[in-house]
T-cell receptor
């Protein structure tokens, strides 16, 4: 079983639609959770962190359910510029002390917004 | 502030050749990482460093060596390249964790390596 599993996609949705991504993780000791965005042939960039209380950043809402080990991302009123691959990421400590963390990536879900 | 830079951007190697990928960061980050990205696999950690002069193995270290002689640089070496090492290589760095920074890692633009 993969440590982080995402919807396989691809998702093709019209501009203005709402789209939801889901992700599950297997390591109950994971401490931090993120959604990264990766444009074609570019590096991953942090989209948002995910907290148990849920968090919102403009059109983006992320939720974490630790009991179910489940993470979600909701994009409302999607724009053409939202087309990208969305990576679900959890962390695993590399050292006993300090902040060095291994990022464990899902395989990504490709989203295409159509005009 | 250039952030994280990587050289070269592209490289084609023949099986058995060696090369070094250079990662540099100007953010004074303590931690640096090397990942590889393959289709359908996500990014996987190769090696990492928690400070100048220290390195450690990640998930997929075989066939690679690393060095961090200066805090701002992290080198990834392939001593004898194999076709299985065809991949996109990303370097990342992160600061000591504090309340503001959390665990965010900052990525370089990547190196696309093909081994024939």
């Amino acid at each position: 079983r993969k440590e982080v599993e995402q919807d396989p996609g691809p998702f093709n949705v019209p501009e203005g639609a709402t789209v939801a991504f889901n992700c599950t993780y297997s390591n109950s000791a994971s401490q931090s959770f993120f959604w990264y965005r990766q444009d074609c042939r570019k590096e991953p960039k942090l989209l948002m962190s995910v907290y148990s209380s849920g968090n919102e950043d403009g059109r983006f809402t992320a939720q974490l359910n630790r009991a179910s080990q489940y993470i979600s991302l909701l994009i409302r009123d999607s724009k053409l510029s939202d087309s990208a691959t969305y990576l679900c990421v959890v962390t695993a400590s590399l050292v006993v002390w300090g902040g060095a963390q291994k990022l464990v990536f899902g395989q990504g879900t490709r989203l295409t917004i159509n005009p | 502030n250039a952030g994280v830079t990587q050289t070269p951007k592209f490289r084609v190697l023949k099986t058995g050749q060696s090369m070094t990928l250079l990662c540099a960061q100007d953010m004074n980050h303590e931690y640096m990482y090397w990942y590889r990205q393959d289709p359908g696999m996500g990014l996987r950690l190769i090696h990492y460093s928690v400070g100048e002069g220290t390195t450690a193995k990640g998930e997929v270290p075989d066939g690679y060596n690393v060095s961090r002689l200066k805090k701002q640089n992290f080198l990834l070496g392939l001593e004898s390249a194999a076709p299985s090492q065809t991949s996109v290589y990303f370097c990342a760095s992160s600061p000591l964790e504090d309340e503001d920074t959390g665990y965010e890692q900052y990525f370089g633009p990547g190196t696309r390596l093909t081994v024939t």
